[in-house]
């Protein structure tokens, strides 16, 4: 981000700005007249005549002001940097810090002596004189899902052995995605509390896994410890590195398939990391122009399969976005309308899909402002949750690098504030598609931005659609906290994102677009009301959407208004990112 910009009085008005900065600072000011410019090598100085104190003056001086609000700059934090390896040795020759085993129920069965049954818990208590079959017993540790012991040894090669608990076995389906990816935080956790800087993780019955499933075990225990590991501190005066260095996978197979399958990992963990990074990031920072200045990041790192188009709001008024900015008329922050292309280095393109994110960096309601308790406005800045999972797919994506498929990332980014020239209810928008719509709450605010989203998707020629967004309250209420909501028309593309959801361990839930529920949705002075009544609430938003999608496109919609956010962990969770970059993978001719 830019160095801090320092604004001065009227009548000497100076604006000192990084190089970095200096353009943009040349972009406000290069139309006003009286205007002398002076640069140096390391700084911008702009002085003004000072018979230009207009009122636009001031206007443009406060909107500068605007990007140093608190005076707050997230600190430049690596993401940890962690080895990952497949070791096919014997528990007892491994030399670290940690040497984690996870155990289920069955596996810890003793028989009347008080002795393991399991061949590989045996081996290592008889190394260790009984004191793990003794320390298990003590503490009442079965094995249970959530339960963990660690014994701080001498005499290994290991100076801790932990036992961690995968509940009962068989642990075969899409659940033990979570059981694993536990195994891997409990790994996490661990390595903080004792500074370790390597770990090696086993399972005391690995025998029993197939290939197929030894990949998928490595790829959760790795995201569990990867993600795990990870710890958003920008925004803290003090923090502490990660001490851990390396992971070794003993006796998980090994070969080109596993190393594939952990770099996969990585690159969908990084995708990850930056979606929290967004949705952490408090509005005064994360403002709809520093959400563009992401999105262009990602294109210039990997220019050679990402480019980049960012519109402004007269580059929107000639798209007829009246939807999306009728939304953002009231901030002073100006919108910004994110358009992303992914097409792969080499090879012909079979499949066109579209990602589309909700991208309100932050939503008071408008004049619908959000009051009382439960009304979350304190936490909107996660209301671009959509927008950050389609971010951190492209990371992902980029890093990947999927052949046969072309992926267009949209976001219409902008803040949904209260001002005299805001929209208010009873306003008639129209949208990019010519539909108009009367506003009857401006806290419905969502569903118009993605309006001329969807609309400008279409029109790339794309196959298939997938919009995310955290667009009500009635989602939560339906499904809960962990559960994100699916929508759509069209029951195979249902089926495909669901079945990339169980690979990436993420859940969602299908409910019905029940047509009837239009009825409550329509105007009498316009095309449409945005909001129907109490009842059904997600799903008369989700009909709404369906307005503006071609009917000859495929379109599903993810209502992710729960799980984007970690009440207990009080941070974001970057969900949806593993879904969606599996599902383009699927859809690709890997």
């Known amino acids: 981000m830019a160095a801090p910009i320092r604004l001065a009085s009227c009548s000497s008005l100076t604006l000192l700005a990084s190089t970095s900065s200096s353009s943009f600072i040349f972009t406000k000011f290069r139309s006003i007249p009286n205007l002398r410019f002076s640069f140096s090598v390391s700084t911008a100085a702009i002085s003004v005549n000072p018979l230009f104190c207009s009122r636009r003056a001031t206007r443009m001086a406060h909107t500068v002001a605007k990007a140093t609000l608190g005076l707050t700059h997230p600190a ?21 810090d940690i040497l984690a085993v996870g155990v289920t129920e ?53 100076k801790r052995v932990s036992l961690i608990g995968l509940g009962k076995p068989p642990i075969t389906s899409s659940s033990s995605i979570s059981a694993y990816r536990s195994l891997g935080e409990s790994v996490a956790s661990s390595a903080k509390a004792s500074q370790a800087n390597n770990v090696a993780v086993a399972l005391a019955s ?7 499933l030894k990949l998928t ?28 260095k390396s992971i070794d996978f003993l006796n998980l197979g090994g070969g080109p398939e596993l190393e594939k399958k952990l770099k996969y990992t990585e690159h969908v963990c990084s995708g990850v990391i930056l979606g929290k990074e967004l949705v952490n990031a408090p509005p005064n920072v994360l403002t709809p122009g520093v959400l563009a200045e992401e999105a262009e990041k990602i294109a210039s790192t990997y220019s050679d399969v990402f480019s980049a188009k960012i519109l402004d709001t007269e580059q ?68 671009m949750g959509g927008s950050a999972a389609v971010l951190g797919a492209a990371k992902a994506l980029a890093q990947i690098k999927p052949p046969g498929v072309e992926v267009h990332f949209i976001v219409a980014a902008c803040e949904n504030m209260i001002s005299g020239t805001g929209m208010r209810p009873g306003d008639i928008l129209t949208a990019s598609n010519g539909k108009t719509i009367e506003v009857n709450n401006t806290d419905a605010e969502g569903r118009l931005t993605l309006a001329d989203a969807l609309v400008y998707a279409c029109n790339q020629g794309v196959d298939k659609i997938v919009d995310l967004a955290t667009l009500t309250g009635a989602c939560i209420v339906a499904l809960g906290p962990s559960v994100a909501g699916i929508f759509t028309p069209n029951d195979e593309l249902a089926k495909e994102v669901v079945a990339a959801s169980e690979v990436a361990g993420e859940k969602l839930w299908r409910l019905p677009m029940e047509e009837s529920y239009w009825e409550s949705m329509k105007s009498g002075v316009a095309d449409m009301v945005n909001t129907g009544g109490r009842q059904g609430g997600s799903i008369t938003a989700a009909l709404f959407l369906k307005q503006f999608v071609d009917e000859k496109v495929e379109w599903l919609h993810i209502d992710m208004a729960g799980p984007v956010w970690n009440d207990k962990k009080k941070a974001a969770t970057g969900f949806a990112v593993p879904t969606l970059v599996q599902w383009v993978v699927a859809n690709s001719s890997s």
């Open 76 to 96: 430049e934090i690596e993401a940890p940097k962690i080895s990952l390896a497949t070791k096919d040795i014997d528990l007892v020759d491994w030399k670290g």
């Open 106 to 158: 069955k596996d810890m069965i003793k028989d009347e002596n008080s002795k393991f049954q399991n061949l590989l818990l045996k081996k290592l208590d008889s190394q260790l004189d009984g004191l793990l079959s003794e320390v298990s017993t003590e503490e009442d540790f079965t094995g249970r899902v959530g339960q963990s012991t660690v014994l701080r040894l001498p005499g290994l090669g290991t």
């Open 206 to 212: 690995s025998q029993d896994l197939t290939p197929e």
């Open 217 to 244: 075990t490595a790829s959760a225990i790795a995201t569990g410890a990867l993600l795990g590991t990870y710890e958003d501190n920008r925004f803290k005066s003090e923090s502490k590195k990660p001490s851990l």
């Open 316 to 383: 929107c008024k000639e798209l007829k976005m009246g939807s999306f900015l009728g939304v953002a008329a009231a901030s002073e922050n100006p919108p910004k309308f994110i358009h992303l292309c992914y097409k792969p280095p080499t090879g012909s393109i079979k499949t066109k899909l579209a990602l589309v994110g909700k991208g309100l960096t932050f939503d008071s309601g408008g004049y619908n402002i959000k009051t009382g308790p439960g009304c979350l406005i304190e936490l909107m800045k996660f209301d």
